[in-house]
């Protein structure tokens, strides 16, 4: 099975850092991608990479940068943390579910809190 | 970015309750994706649909496909206290992009 690993479960960090949220997938996937999930608005997208040095937006890219330098390893940078960015992040890998269809396969998550 | 309408956002059940939640959209999808995450995890899939009118089921889980491919259903059927969780769906939008639903959170009285 596919393993999706976020390097910290929790973070907290001051407002104005420079933070790093790691993510490490072992399947030699092209795909991964970074969500922030919040109560009732779900998961959104915020940047997703479909093989390395790519990249592209996702919905709400706003605040948020990524580095995708080996196949396994897409990171997700908050150039400077605010408030508003206190969430649980999520990243995925994709895989092939069926009839050509690719489901993802999440980390346990990053909750980062912001101070 | 577009997102799934899931409802209902909450429910709080009896155990051995069945349990029927939704998800629509105003665009059509190709496939639907069901997910469960628990308290500290991510989402893990539960149910891939392919096709419109499919019904597809995984032990007490059943989900359909919409006819319209604008919507998808999912029961559970004798809950128990591991349902406990949120459930996502998910719409395939190609180039294995997903579009997630807001989530529906179970609570289950034992």
């Known amino acids: 099975d596919v393993k999706v690993t976020q390097s910290s479960r929790y973070l907290v960090k001051r407002t104005g850092e420079k933070v790093f949220l790691e993510c490490v997938q072992d399947?030699?996937?092209?795909?991964m991608f970074w969500y922030r999930q919040d109560p009732g608005l779900g998961l959104r997208l915020i940047y997703f990479?479909?093989?390395?040095?790519?990249?592209e937006k996702g919905d709400i890219p706003e605040g948020y940068s990524v580095s995708r330098e080996k196949k396994e390893r897409f990171s997700l940078i908050l150039e400077s943390a605010s408030t508003n960015q206190t969430s649980m992040y999520l990243c995925?890998?994709?895989?092939?579910?069926?009839?050509?269809?690719?489901?993802?396969?999440f980390g346990s998550g990053t909750r980062l809190t912001v101070v | 970015g577009q997102q799934l309408n899931q409802s209902p956002q909450s429910m709080f059940i009896q155990e051995g309750e069945d349990v029927s939640m939704n998800c629509t959209s105003s665009?059509?999808?190709?496939?639907w994706l069901w997910y469960k995450q628990e308290p500290g995890e991510g989402p893990v899939l539960l149910i891939a649909?392919?096709?419109?009118?499919e019904l597809t089921s995984n032990g007490r889980l059943t989900a359909q496909f919409g006819i319209t491919r604008k919507d998808s259903f999912l029961n559970i059927s004798a809950s128990i206290p591991s349902d406990v969780g949120i459930y996502f769906c998910?719409?395939?939008?190609?180039?294995?992009?997903?579009?997630f639903g807001q989530g529906t959170r179970l609570t289950i009285n034992p």
């Open positions: 399947m030699d996937h092209e795909n």
């Open positions: 998910a719409g395939h939008q190609g180039a294995q992009k997903l579009v």
């Open positions: 649909l392919y096709k419109a009118g």
């Open positions: 995925a890998s994709t895989r092939l579910v069926g009839r050509g269809v690719y489901g993802y396969t």
């Open positions: 665009s059509i999808f190709n496939t």
């Open positions: 990479s479909y093989d390395v040095k790519m990249k």
